[in-house]
């Protein structure tokens, strides 16, 4: 991977949350012209969250969370632009399967954007559903057995 980065757990609340909000804004919802914090985002306490750091400062975020006792589910893969094309998301993907086999789940579930479908397969995702709108973004539901 060509950037040097630091992995770091996020804790709900601090400054360090924020600056992660900030991230999957920038990814997931401004270009769209919606805001992340009009959002519940309480839901994030109960996830396990990672930043990526370049320098000390956050570049990307990672999140993991339960589905079902056997079955994890990746969240929030967000990469700020400047950043993408460098590896750091097959780097990110690589280190949230390695945080779920270690917590002893057996698959890896997430929610893809269809653009980044390919991305996806190419670290061994299968696609599991036909393309729904989610935030009127087109959706796919992909699947990886650890
Ligand atoms: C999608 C994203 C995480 C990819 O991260 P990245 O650091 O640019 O990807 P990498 O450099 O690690 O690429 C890994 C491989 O996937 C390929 N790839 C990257 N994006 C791809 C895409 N959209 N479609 C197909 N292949 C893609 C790369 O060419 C590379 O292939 P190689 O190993 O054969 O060279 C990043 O672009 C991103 O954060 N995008 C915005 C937010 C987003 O859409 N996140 C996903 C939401 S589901």
Known sequence: ???????????????????????????????WGMDIRDEDLSGDKDMDMYGAYLDGKMIATVFLTQDDEETARVKSVAILEEYRGYGLGRYLMDFIEDKAREKG???VNLMGRVWVEGFY???????????????TIPHIDMTKEL
């Open 121 to 135: 397969h190419k670290l061994g995702y299968k696609t599991i559903s036909e393309p729904y709108d989610y935030h």
């Open 105 to 107: 789940y057996k698959r």
């Open 1 to 31: 991977m060509k950037l040097n980065v630091e992995m770091r757990k996020i804790e709900y609340g601090t400054e360090d949350y924020e600056v992660s909000i900030d991230i999957r804004n920038e990814c997931f919802r401004k270009p």
